[in-house]
């Protein structure tokens, strides 16, 4: 395809719209190159993520980046030539990066992907790529630099929170997990859902893996999936089909899509999945921007409906395997029709061909250094080559916490302070059946039979005689079943600390009656950058514990009891039995729909203000006295703090449930994070807002 202009009725939508400042895209992919010429104008920015690092964008770093570019350039001239072998040029290019350091040529990689798919959804009419939306806001945001952790569960659910917070239209996600089971980490699934809820399109590929395969998040409930075919209309046969993709995937182009890359102006052509995705990204939002035009709220399911059931099912004459072509063919006069009631008229539209490139393009241009400040995390807005605006660059400030572009990013460090279950794994079939032959067998109605060490019970009493057994365990921190963190036991105290992982193991499995029974634990640690791969394939971070201050293992009655019994003065007028259901409502609140990770200071102090339920149950005491309900969380950055520390206020706001008019109440108390075990300031401090 010569460029995006052919696409079917693509030139006609833009004599409509080019696109609306107001819809706002979030790109979850690598991080992309925000000084190339096609990004020149576009209101595109980028967010620093605090759940990866990116690697030192330094000499070494360009040099290979420079070889990277040109190599692909001489490719891209290879690929012209009649005679072109692509097994030959597969065997070349793994030649060619073989001697590259993996986290530069990994880094690389990211930000090529990135940078052509951003060029197709933003770049600017009349430069080197002329993209489908190029009116329209964008954010990158990436789910990782350098590491093997772009496909990481952890990782996108931090990066679709992200974009959640920047209240975007859409989520272009671009990573591919692959699945067997189409089922995704609960923490994950639950905030593509909570994204949809808020009525926002996500767009995902459907995945290369050549056959009837499926990925997540394209396979999940009510993302639009995007499958590639060539440019004669033929599904390729890398693209993944089958499943739920046939009910809710559509085809686009993904041949020859030209598209910018890192490092130069000169544009290059790309295929696949990923590249036929952002087309549909890019339609998806000149959609939105026709209903603002019209009047109407951008609405992420009727702009999902329209593409999906106008889509053009493939004739079974013309193409061998039609399943392949899921529900069938982008139709973009199709979805306008039935978005707006309307047809799409045509209109000459020869001043926005591509082909009018007004910018110099024949020499690879000189890359500006970004400069790294505060250990090489930070980006500073005074090197970005192309002055769009100040907030050119979103950055997350590690130490000052600053909002940018939207986004409030909460300070990061090393430290950890998470809830959640303790669970273990093998890592390996030897591991596991080492174990299991070390086990005594059990007998159950008088028969014997061999041990189990997923039986946590049987496993609980093997530890209890062999203690020294724990260390062959991977032990983690679950939420809702999932792993999301592995521990690493290190330091004189390690003894105690696999010892306290016993006794919460055996609380766990306890009955929930019984009064050694545990339903939640707290883990404070520091993260480090190792991972660890599970049984399952899953690799998880790596969090080091050297203490077992922090450590601790409570059901939520209980943790209720100990608040309350500090409280008696306080309970004098109010109704314990309203009390109990109040607080037991926050915990729980706290636990499953404010579930975090732990890792920036926002949800430390979230998490240690469930932990230590004093100061939350003293603002109860007094909310639910004067007959009130719980309404809102807040966690902010505290304005008032002692040295060297990092302070956040806990807002518990309540409201009259049988007097909307009443003023809300309002009450205050502040944490302090920069130790690994946090730690509470000052007195609950209580006023009233308006309704």
Sequence with gaps: MPDLITIRGISELWTHTKGDSRIKIAILDGAADLDRACFKGANFTQFKPYWTEDIELNDEYYHYLKLATEFNQQQKAKKQDPDHDKEEAKKEREAFFKDFPKPIQTRIDLSSHATHISSTILGQHGSPVAGIAPNCTAINIPISFAGDDFISFVNLTHAINEALKAEVNIIHIAACHPTQSGMAQ????????????????????????KGECWCIPSILPDVLTVGAMRDDGQPFKFSNYGGDYQQKGVMANG????????????????????CAAPIVTGISALLMSMQLQRGEKPNAETVRQAILKSAIPCDPKEVEEPERCLLGKLNIPGAYNLLTGELLTTVETSEIRPSEITISVNTVTPIKRIENTINSQLLTLSDVATPRSSSAVAVANITTSQPTNGITASAVSKLVYVLGTIGYDFGSEARRDSFK??????????????????????????????????????????????????????????????????????????????????????????????????????????????????????????????????????????????????????????????????????????????????????????????????????IEKSPFCRVNSDCWDVKLKFFDPERGLRAKKVYLFTIDVSYMIPVTLGQVRSWSVPK
């Design 255 to 274: 041949e020859n899509i030209l598209g910018a890359e890192p490092g130069t102006d000169i544009p290059i052509k790309q295929q696949g999945t990923s």
């Design 437 to 634: 032959q070390l086990m005594p067998p059990v007998e159950i109605d008088g028969i014997t039979i061999p041990a189990n060490p997923y039986n946590a019970s049987q496993l609980v009493n093997y530890l209890a005689e062999n203690p020294s057994e724990s260390k062959s365990l991977i032990w983690t921190i679950n939420q809702e079943l999932n792993p999301i963190y592995a521990l690493e036991i290190k330091g004189g105290f390690a003894a105690d600390i696999y010892e306290m992982l016993n006794l919460i193991l055996a609380g766990q499995i306890e009955p929930e009656s019984s009064d050694d029974y545990v339903e939640r634990v707290s883990i404070p640690g520091q993260i480090t950058d190792k991972t660890i791969t599970l049984f399952s394939g899953q690799e998880l971070p790596v969090i080091t514990i050297t203490n077992i201050r922090g450590m601790y293992g409570w059901k939520v009655n209980g943790l209720v009891d100990a608040a309350l019994q500090t409280l008696s003065e306080e309970l004098a007028d109010a109704n314990e039995i309203e009390m109990r259901r109040s607080l037991s409502s926050f915990l729980k609140r706290v636990y499953f729909d404010l579930q975090n990770l732990g890792k920036t200071s926002k949800d430390r102090a979230l998490n240690f203000a469930a932990t230590n339920a004093f100061q939350a149950a003293s603002s109860f005491a007094q909310a639910v006295s004067t007959g009130m309900e719980l309404d809102t969380i807040e």
């Design 186 to 209: 609960e923490i994950f699934a639950r905030a593509v859902k909570q994204c949809q809820d808020s009525n926002i399109l996500i767009v995902a590929p459907g995945g290369n893996d």
